[in-house]
Nanobody, 127 residues
Framework: QIRLQESGGGSVQTGGSLKLSCTSSTSTISDTCMAWFRQAPGKEREGVATIATDGSTFYADSIDGRFKISQDSSKNTQYLEMNNLEPGDTGLYYC?????????????????????WGRGTQVTVSS
């Protein structure tokens, strides 16, 4: 069982920045795919970005270069750095993880492709 804990959410004005963190309760020798998702009120959960064990990253088409996913394996922590935030970025941000069979880029952005989830951290962007 892998437990995930998000942190770093908050309230900012348009144009502001936030850096979210996702810490895993345990490290694993298995390769993993880790993703950030977000869910706005009344909308479906959508994938934002992924990072694989080897550090390769993948972003949703809707992400226009304002977000950056990264990781510090020594701390079992992944990050989502968000810049130039807009009101449309408001939502509950979740991290999720799944064990994968082989090392390499991860392009999984559907919620049902992930097994372990955090409880989310709220991001609110006001105009």
């Amino acid at each position: 069982q892998i437990r995930l804990q998000e942190s770093g959410g908050g309230s900012v004005q348009t144009g502001g920045s936030l850096k979210l963190s996702c810490t895993s309760s345990t490290s694993t020798i298995s390769d993993t795919c880790m993703a950030w998702f977000r869910q706005a009120p009344g909308k479906e959960r959508e994938g934002v970005a992924t990072i694989a064990t080897d550090g390769s990253t993948f972003y949703a088409d809707s992400i226009d270069g304002r977000f950056k996913i990264s990781q510090d394996s020594s701390k079992n922590t992944q990050y989502l750095e968000m810049n130039n935030l807009e009101p449309g970025d408001t939502g509950l941000y979740y991290c999720a993880k799944v064990l994968v069979a082989s090392r390499g880029p991860c392009t999984r952005l559907r919620p049902n492709e992930y097994v372990f989830w955090g409880r989310g951290t709220q991001v609110t962007v006001s105009s």
